[in-house]
């Protein structure tokens, strides 16, 4: 699996996102700076990593959305490449037209720093064929707006379609307001878009994905990517 | 030429951050206070000297960067 990973100013992630690709794929991603307008030939995968690019200045992810790097990402889309934005980059995705919806504050206003409980909608997408429909996953949080929401219309298509992979719930699977920490509408967590070749979500499954870290349900998700670039290729 | 560019959010959009404001407005015993709704207000410079072409630019700024229109309104004013 080729992967690059993006670096925006006040990204603070992209580190912990190229030691879970290199460690799961078993291959470094190559680190593309914002100011690039081109992807390395021949990637398979680009993530867009968390952290706090241009400081969250005027909204969460609208300055990165524009920056020059930002054509050749949905270039790549639109010709089915993957993407994963991870947190600050699902925010930056949902910014540059990649997803749907935006990320407003959280309900409670306070930056949610903790494992959270996830269940993954279904398995026959690559970014969750790691893992079984149903199933639920501890990874952590970190983020002060992750309270996503979109038009009735939005939502009512992104259900119809299955484009919710991930939502927020109880540790036994159960969708409770008790356990969606920050509001989201339906507790979304994760969506893909239509296509299913771009994948936003505000968790961080990197940091879940050896012994020492304590868990290692993150992992599913990239070696389910590595699954399916190798059967495509 | 100078000119605001004004971005709140649409109604129906949950505004905690104005909730808050609104409860800490509240507990300054500021009286009369029904409800809060925060925004943002951008004060541009143009070089420009035609109204009508700075009005489009200014659209086009706000349609682009100043607002996410998933969730925000925008207005622009040439102040002079």
């Excluded at chain 2, 410079?45 to 682009?64: F, G, H, P, V």
Aim: hydrophobic letters at 45%.
């Amino acid at each position: 699996m080729k992967s690059a990973v993006l670096v925006f100013p006040g990204i603070n992630r992209e580190r912990d996102m190229a030691r879970a690709l290199t460690l799961i794929s078993g291959r470094a991603p190559a680190m593309v700076w914002h100011a690039e307008t081109a992807l390395p030939a021949g990637t398979d995968l680009v993530v867009i990593p968390g952290g706090f690019s241009y400081g969250d200045y005027l909204r969460c992810g609208a300055i990165a959305a524009r920056a020059p790097i930002m054509d050749a990402v949905r270039a790549h889309a639109e010709n089915g490449g993957l993407v994963l934005a991870i947190c600050n980059g699902f925010q930056i995705a949902c910014e540059a037209g990649l997803l749907p919806g935006v990320l407003m504050r959280n309900a409670q206003l306070k930056f949610i720093c903790k494992d959270v409980y996830l269940r993954v909608e279904r398995s026959d997408t690559p970014f969750s064929r790691g893992y079984n429909a149903g199933q639920v996953i501890r990874v952590p949080v970190a983020h002060g707006e992750g309270n996503y929401i979109a038009d009735a219309d939005t939502i009512a298509r992104l259900e119809a379609e299955g484009r919710v992979l991930y939502r927020y719930v109880s540790p036994d699977g159960a969708l409770d307001p008790a356990w969606n920490h920050n509001g989201a509408t339906n507790a979304i967590a994760g969506i893909i878009n239509a296509r299913g070749n771009v994948l936003g979500m505000m968790p961080h499954p990197e940091n879940h994905v050896e012994a020492a870290m304590g868990c290692t349900d993150g992992r599913g998700l990239f070696a389910g990517l590595v699954e399916h670039l190798a059967q495509a290729a | 030429m100078k000119a605001r560019v004004t971005v709140t959010l649409k109604s129906g959009i949950l505004d905690p951050q104005g909730k808050a404001i609104e409860g800490a407005l509240k507990s300054l015993g500021v009286e009369g206070v029904a409800s809060v709704r925060q925004g943002k207000v951008f004060d541009i410079e143009l070089s420009a000297t035609d109204k009508a072409k700075a009005e489009a630019a200014l659209k086009q700024a706000a349609d682009k960067l100043l607002a996410n229109t998933v969730i925000e309104n925008y207005r622009v004013e040439v102040t002079g």
